[in-house]
């Protein structure tokens, strides 16, 4: 079939799926469901798409979500909908869609599918990695397709502490840095993994013991792809001399994925990394390990829009042409090189074929102010400053150049004053879920150029400020503050600290420039 097909209407009511024997397993379930939603923030009154195979895990997924968004439960204006992609790489792949949608009408859940054409997924020689990774794009372009169809906040996916592990075996076993050890996130852009920290014992429990009559992929015992072989001849060998290493394996990604925006931000700091023309300090990286040196690189990729890693053969030559010398120059990918001369190591971009001369980057910056303080920032020729203060009129305007803002710092904490970066988020003003801060700049018709320049407020790696466009929900200042001045006035500096704090642009002294030029407009207006 080319396009999708809907069975089973929205509102379809559920069957009465309490029963004896999985019922913990069940709330376990649930409970992490609803615990990662909390964490997201992700709506409670917006659809929620699941990528539903019909498996066991998918279908255990999907049977704690209809719990829960029963009638007085916590989701319960939540409508999930289950979605299917047949790959059509067997001949039974027809017969496991038919019946995944029957589990799906079993639960009222509406359910949308689609067919491949067997030219979409057809390889020269067969099943391999690369039908694997075809597939798995296919899939996850669909799930996106239907998410934005219905309007859905996000792609609930089933993947737990076992799909974890291997993951983490697989990088291992060919070779990978720190990105690699943060293993499958919880939350990639819109897909969430909301059983991540679940064992698998705990979904097959709860399929096995109600009867369920769930799909068995025959591919997953293809042991031709790398995961399957692991799977089934490796890993049961592993976890049974090791029974808590599924959740060794989450906690060591969880916090490798906690400390790798600290290491970056550190690094950016350490290296004299200069954005406006992507290069770091050549020396400084020389004397870092070895195994910082992809995140260092990283870090110039990254402010470039660039994917990275580079190829490890790539890195490899540069270690050894700066260990003989100290200069060099290595191709990294897709026309980008490497150019190292004198004290600086730069990112070259690849030169069009209508260019006589490369693109100048953006300029862009990061720096860490300790509060309360004031910095300079060169790139924009003003100071930044920010301290405690106490809640006023204009704090509810938009403005470029000052903004009030609710937050529990404390004097002596840092805040980051920085360009954007891949992947930014935020909440803004009015809003009742985290947006991409990309989006926010488009919506807010922010010329392409001005979003790389736009300086952001920002703390413990969250956006508090986008001057002129927006403040983080989070940290609005309600109104009733502003009529209880007095109340403020007169409390402890303790108590200022963790409330209201000023952050405030400024020119130096005879700029033609100035705070009083800028229009300030309610934050109401804002597009949400």
């Known amino acids: 079939m080319v396009g999708f097909q809907n069975h089973g209407p929205a509102d379809s009511r559920r069957e009465d799926l309490t029963m004896l024997g999985s019922e913990s397993c069940l709330r376990t379930c649930e409970s992490a469901v609803l615990r990662v939603w909390r964490s997201f923030e992700l709506p409670s ?33 939540v409508a999930p909908i289950a979605v299917h992609l047949d790959h059509n790489l067997d001949r039974d792949s027809a017969s496991r869609c038919l019946r995944a949608r029957a589990i799906a009408q079993q639960l009222g859940v509406r359910f949308l599918w689609r067919r491949c054409h067997q030219q979409e997924l057809a390889t020269n020689d067969g099943p391999s990695r690369s039908t694997e990774a075809l597939a798995r794009e296919t899939r996850y372009r669909f799930l996106e397709r239907v998410r934005k169809l219905v309007g859905g906040s996000a792609i609930l996916t089933a993947h737990h502490r076992q799909d974890q592990l291997e993951t983490l075996l697989l990088r291992l076993s060919r070779g990978t840095g720190l990105v690699g050890l943060g293993g499958i996130r919880p939350r990639s852009g819109r897909v969430v993994r909301p059983l991540l920290g679940l064992e698998p014992s705990v979904l097959s429990t709860i399929v096995d013991e109600r009867g369920l009559d769930v799909c068995a992929d025959p591919t997953n015992s293809d042991l031709r792809f790398d995961r399957n072989r692991l799977r089934q001849t490796v890993l049961p060998l592993i976890v049974a001399q090791e029974p808590h290493l599924m959740a060794r394996a989450e906690d060591l990604a969880g916090t490798v994925r906690r400390v790798l925006p600290k290491i970056r931000h550190r690094l950016a700091a350490e290296l004299d990394f200069r954005q406006a023309d992507l290069s770091l300090d050549l020396r400084r990286l020389k004397e870092l390990p070895h195994p910082l040196w992809s995140s260092a690189l990283r870090v110039l990729h990254l402010t470039a829009g660039r994917s990275y890693p580079a190829s490890r053969s790539a890195e490899g030559e540069l270690q050894r042409q700066l260990n003989e010398r100290h200069h060099g120059q290595v191709d990294c990918g897709a026309g980008w090189r ?29 720096y860490r102010l300790t509060v309360p303080g004031k910095l300079w920032i060169p790139e924009l020729q003003r100071h930044f400053c920010m301290a405690p203060g106490s809640p006023a009129d204009w704090m509810f305007r938009r403005s470029s150049q000052r903004a009030g803002l609710r937050l529990p710092l404390r004097s002596g904490d840092q805040v980051v004053i920085r360009t954007r970066l891949p992947g930014d988020r935020l909440q803004p003003f009015g809003c009742s879920g985290t947006k991409k801060l990309k989006a926010v700049l488009i919506d807010s018709k922010v010329p392409r150029p001005a979003r790389d320049t736009l300086p952001l407020l920002s703390w413990r790696d969250n956006i508090l400020w986008v001057p002129g466009i927006t403040i983080e929900e989070r940290c609005r200042i309600p109104r009733a503050d502003a009529d209880q001045r007095s109340r403020f006035e007169t409390s402890t500096e303790a108590d200022r600290e ?12 005879g700029s033609s420039a100035s705070a009083s030029s800028v229009r300030h407009r309610p934050y109401g207006d804002i597009d949400t």
């Open 45 to 77: 009154d917006q659809p929620v798409v699941v990528a539903f195979s019909g498996g066991g895990d998918s279908t255990a997924l999907l049977l704690a979500l209809t719990r829960l968004t029963q009638a007085g439960r916590p989701l319960s204006a």
């Open 338 to 366: 490497w150019h190292a001369d004198g004290d600086r190591l730069r990112l070259v971009e690849p030169m069009s074929p209508e260019r006589t001369e490369p693109r100048p980057p953006p300029v862009g910056f990061a």
């Open 498 to 509: 963790s409330s209201v704090w000023i952050a405030e642009w400024s020119r130096p002294p």
